[in-house]
């Protein structure tokens, strides 16, 4: 007779907890600091999932539409030596075959076919359709944000822990992410992007969990723009796979060489 009323109120009673936590959390400086550790080991979680900590190389197809139905697809291979130092490698269209982008910390160069001097760029420059620089080059979320704990909300049938994460400084692609991660999984389920100004740039779904290079992580990422209706690009990681890669592949004097 009561276990109907129960579940009615219970995602209500969890979210008064949870308010109440970081009202305590606010209010006592060592609860604070366990929070905050909490949401950073949350993070660190996070992005251990979306890829691998060693060294690997991953394929990366993506396809942008636009509202009038029209696509765009290319492909990119990333190089990925620890969570610092990554090279993106266009793969298609045979037109841009050789361009090569080198991230080295948060600095980022691309490097042209006949162009003998590499081009700076920043992380929050558009690659290609909804897809910036950053997306593919850099995919540190612990590394780039403080991240805190706002919240626990109801996604279809499972439970979410809801991040702020505030960019800890200037260069980073996003000021500012909203992110939701199963609660009992630890799995990125959604995210939302914003600028400096605090306006909402775009949306992003992790889908399609796979066991590849070890981890079940997302294969599939759908990323929607939120100020031009319609507009949208779809990331799908192909064969990723754990390989040592040599550390002079990631400098500026080695990949002049390829140009």
Same mark, same amino acid.
């Given at each position: 007779?009561?276990?109907?009323?129960?579940?009615?109120?219970?995602?209500?009673?969890?979210?008064?907890?949870?308010?109440?936590?970081?009202?305590?959390?606010?209010?006592?400086?060592?609860?604070?600091?366990?929070?905050?550790?909490?949401?950073?080991?949350?993070?660190?979680?996070?992005?251990?999932?979306?890829?691998?900590?060693?060294?690997?190389?991953?394929?990366?197809?993506?396809?942008?539409?636009?509202?009038?139905?029209?696509?765009?697809?290319?492909?990119?291979?990333?190089?990925?030596?620890?969570?610092?130092?990554?090279?993106?490698?266009?793969?298609?269209?045979?037109?841009?075959?050789?361009?090569?982008?080198?991230?080295?910390?948060?600095?980022?160069?691309?490097? &042209?076919? =006949?162009?003998?001097?590499?081009?700076?760029? %920043? @992380? $929050?420059? *558009? +690659?290609?359709?909804?897809?910036?620089?950053? /997306?593919?080059?850099?995919?540190?979320?612990?590394?780039?944000?403080?991240?805190?704990?706002?919240?626990?909300?109801?996604?279809?049938?499972?439970?979410?822990?809801?991040?702020?994460?505030?960019?800890?400084?200037?260069?980073?692609?996003?000021?500012?992410?909203?992110?939701?991660?199963?609660?009992? &999984?630890? =799995?990125?389920?959604?995210?939302?992007?914003? %600028? @400096? $100004?605090? *306006? +909402?740039?775009?949306?992003?779904?992790?889908? /399609?969990?796979?066991?590849?290079?070890?981890?079940?992580?997302?294969?599939?990422?759908?990323?929607?723009?939120?100020?031009?209706?319609?507009?949208?690009?779809?990331?799908?990681?192909?064969?990723?796979?754990?390989?040592?890669?040599?550390?002079?592949?990631?400098?500026?004097?080695?990949?002049?060489? &390829?140009?």
């Amino acid at each position: 007779m009561q276990s109907g009323p129960v579940t009615a109120i219970g995602p209500r009673l969890t979210s008064i907890a949870v308010a109440l936590c970081a009202t305590l959390w606010a209010a006592t400086p060592a609860f604070a600091a366990e929070a905050e550790r909490n949401a950073a080991k949350i993070v660190e979680r996070v992005d251990n999932i979306r890829f691998p900590t060693s060294d690997y190389q991953v394929d990366i197809s993506i396809e942008s539409r636009d509202a009038d139905g029209d696509s765009d697809a290319r492909k990119y291979r990333v190089l990925s030596k620890g969570k610092e130092d990554s090279v993106v490698l266009t793969m298609e269209p045979a037109s841009e075959r050789g361009q090569a982008m080198l991230m080295k910390g948060r600095d980022l160069w691309v490097f &042209l076919p =006949r162009v003998s001097q590499p081009v700076r760029l %920043s @992380l $929050s420059q *558009r +690659l290609t359709g909804q897809v910036a620089n950053g /997306d593919l080059a850099r995919a540190n979320f612990s590394g780039d944000y403080e991240a805190s704990l706002t919240g626990i909300e109801s996604i279809g049938e499972r439970q979410a822990e809801v991040l702020e994460l505030k960019a800890k400084g200037r260069g980073v692609t996003y000021a500012r992410v909203k992110l939701w991660v199963d609660a009992e &999984l630890g =799995r990125p389920m959604k995210a939302e992007f914003y %600028s @400096l $100004s605090g *306006r +909402l740039l775009k949306t992003c779904s992790y889908e /399609d969990y796979r066991e590849i290079a070890g981890e079940v992580r997302p294969t599939r990422l759908v990323m929607t723009d939120a100020l031009k209706q319609g507009q949208v690009s779809v990331l799908t990681y192909e064969e990723m796979l754990l390989r040592e890669i040599p550390a002079r592949l990631f400098t500026k004097e080695y990949l002049k060489k &390829l140009q």
